[in-house]
């Protein structure tokens, strides 16, 4: 049998499609309406949900990865997919964050070390690309947010 002793881990996104892993410089993929201009994220490839478009052509945009905390709670439970699995389940903070230019809300999950009682609705805060968790030879991925005017010990 092949060992993987010594071998970095292949790093790869728990969702396929919603986000660049690229982690100086992560974002969120969304799609924007080829006619109306409406951005979505997840990425729509359907047709537009906006009533009076109709259109069923889209473009794939990179949102823009600050925003301010439109709401946030605590996660004392296990919660659905894209929240993967950890076990055993920690307790972690989520934001709903209004992004700077699409007006998007943005569901996601803070950094750890940050808690409820670190935020505040209206508080700037950044993407940052995180592990969500890690099997025997990979490590999965997904954006979690971080308070862009945090203490030092979070903006590793
Ligand atoms: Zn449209």
Redesign the pocket.
Known sequence: MLSQVGLAKIRVPAVEGWFSIDESEPYLLGSK?T????IYFPQEGTF?K?PR???ETFEQVRLSNRGKIWSYTDAQYQPPPPYVAVDPFEPFAIVAVELIQEKLIVLGQVVRGVTVDDLRVGMEVELTIDTLYEDEDKVYLVWKFRPVNGPETLRR
């Open positions: 309406c006619k109306c201009g409406t537009c906006n478009c109709r259109s």
